[in-house]
């Protein structure tokens, strides 16, 4: 559900920086171990070769304003087939037609459609290129950049809830989808997913911790970079409890622990379900002093047949990252239960 009209003024970067400062000191808890999944490949080589900018103790420096919007869809076209990358040529074609086909001003003469439609181009924010990486599809593997069919299992119970959800998705603001909720947005990850607007994250790194705050919901994740354990499988959070380390000039970060229901979600991008076993693989390489390039890697072996990876461009910007007051405004949700009330006295 769209947000825009309750961003409020305000740079976040004193909160970041609060939040980061917060984490730096170990925290000794026993937790379980954590296996990478195979399937986390490594970064592309850079497009460019520059040396990026350093910190004073010798790492790569990820801080600043990124940018991740980009009109690439997470998965391939079929009609695309094994095709994995654009050339300039047809990369300008896709944009055209991407851009059409999104553009909220456009009017069927449908009632429906209308207003399903919402808000106005206006409002969104979604970019007007392809990523830099010419890619067909954010998912790279699979080969085929689609995401891996569930398991029978998960299939069944995937149905199961959206039959039920059909019938019963506004019976209370706790069947309503997270967004609704103001509790977790496809932009905060992991994995970091472009949206409709409100792209930009903030990255704040000391030796310790590195801290990124998405501007979409205004959630930060403080990553340790000390080594300490994960939390106990007791333990869970929204966005997974994150634990990162350095490979050469590559930031991984691996995740586990996520709190989960039956609403839980990629966000807008791709509304295929979650669980408690979900594991994320994050690498965050800077190649050149403009862009960070983004994998993630997705395990959650009860759920998907195998794992897949997506690889996006961050792109630095001169943006600010500004305050995106969800719960002080969220009217949306009376008019969503209310809305659902009167229907059911028709």
Wanted: include cysteine.
């Amino acid at each position: 559900m769209t947000r825009s009209s309750l961003i409020s003024k305000g740079v976040a970067a004193g909160a970041l920086l609060v939040a980061s400062v917060a984490f730096l000191s170990p925290a000794p808890a026993a937790g379980q171990e954590s296996k990478p999944p195979n399937a986390a490949a490594k970064p592309a080589p850079a497009a460019k070769n520059s040396t990026p900018p350093r910190t004073p103790d010798g790492r790569p420096d990820l801080t600043g304003v990124w940018n991740n919007g980009s009109l690439t869809p997470l998965q391939r076209p079929t009609q695309l087939s094994s095709k994995q990358q654009f050339t300039p040529e047809e990369a300008a074609a896709f944009e055209k037609a991407r851009l059409n086909e999104v553009n909220r001003d456009r009017r069927s003469g449908d009632k429906q459609e209308d207003l399903d439609g919402a808000y106005n181009e206006v409002w969104f924010d979604r970019g007007t290129k392809i990523s830099r990486t010419k890619r067909t599809s954010l998912i790279v593997d699979p080969p085929d950049g689609r995401v891996p069919p569930m398991t029978p299992e998960a299939q069944a119970k995937y149905e199961r809830i959206q039959a039920r959800l059909a019938q019963h998705g506004s019976d209370s603001a706790e069947e309503r989808a997270l967004p609704d909720r103001c509790l977790m947005f496809s932009q905060v990850g992991p994995p970091m997913f472009p949206g409709n607007y409100n792209d930009n994250y903030q990255i704040v790194q000391s030796p310790k911790a590195v801290t990124i705050l998405a501007e979409m919901g205004g959630i930060a994740r403080v990553i340790p970079l000390d080594g300490r354990p994960h939390l106990p499988a007791n333990m869970r959070q929204w966005t997974g409890d994150p634990r990162g380390h350095w490979e050469g000039d590559t930031l991984v970060v691996d995740s586990t622990n996520f709190r989960f229901t039956d609403r839980s979600r990629f966000g807008v991008v791709y509304d295929g379900m979650t669980d408690g076993n979900l594991h994320v693989i994050e690498r965050f390489t800077r190649v050149d002093p403009d862009t960070i390039l983004y994998r993630a890697t997705v395990d959650d072996p009860s759920v998907y047949s195998k794992p897949w990876t997506v690889e996006i461009a961050m792109n630095k910007t001169k943006d600010h990252v500004f305050e995106y007051a969800c719960h002080e405004g969220n009217y949306g949700m009376v008019g969503i239960l209310s809305g659902a009330r009167a229907d059911e006295k028709k």
